[in-house]
């Protein structure tokens, strides 16, 4: 059964940093395709960022690129989403999920599903 929890999540400010975490089990990362989501408040779902297998495979959405980083850790099944200089826009409920498709057009796909998990809050605010 494949199951994921996300956590990381807090209040910074804007400029700060956080590294949010998804733990993954019932499937293993090299086969799997696994994305961040976020939602903002009064929002749909947003694809922010995904990896599959190889680090050479990612996906991040324009809002967020530049600033976020994503990568795997095989050994501990977790895929980490490093955000950096983070700002109020940015505040919102970031969800994982995955698949054993490809990141493009999984993740955009994935917004338009009513299911999500419980989430991680991510508040940027002074």
């Known amino acids: 059964q494949m199951q994921l929890v996300e956590s990381g999540g807090g209040l910074v400010h804007p400029g700060g940093s956080l590294r949010l975490s998804c733990v993954v089990s019932?499937?293993?990362?090299?086969?799997?395709?696994v994305g961040w989501f976020r939602q903002a408040p009064g929002k749909d779902h947003e694809a922010i960022a995904c990896?599959?297998?190889?680090?050479?495979?990612?996906y991040y959405a324009d809002s967020v690129k530049g600033r976020f980083t994503i990568s795997g850790d095989m050994a501990k099944n977790t895929v980490y989403l490093q955000m950096n200089s983070l700002k109020a826009e940015d505040t919102g409920v970031y969800y994982c999920?995955?698949?054993?498709?490809?990141?493009?057009?999984?993740?955009?796909?994935?917004?338009?599903?009513?299911?999500w998990g419980q989430g991680t809050q991510v508040t940027v605010s002074s």
């Open positions: 999920d995955a698949s054993p498709r490809r990141c493009t057009p999984w993740v955009l796909a994935r917004t338009r599903l009513a299911s």
């Open positions: 990896i599959r297998g190889s680090e050479s495979s990612k």
């Open positions: 019932g499937f293993t990362l090299d086969d799997y395709a």
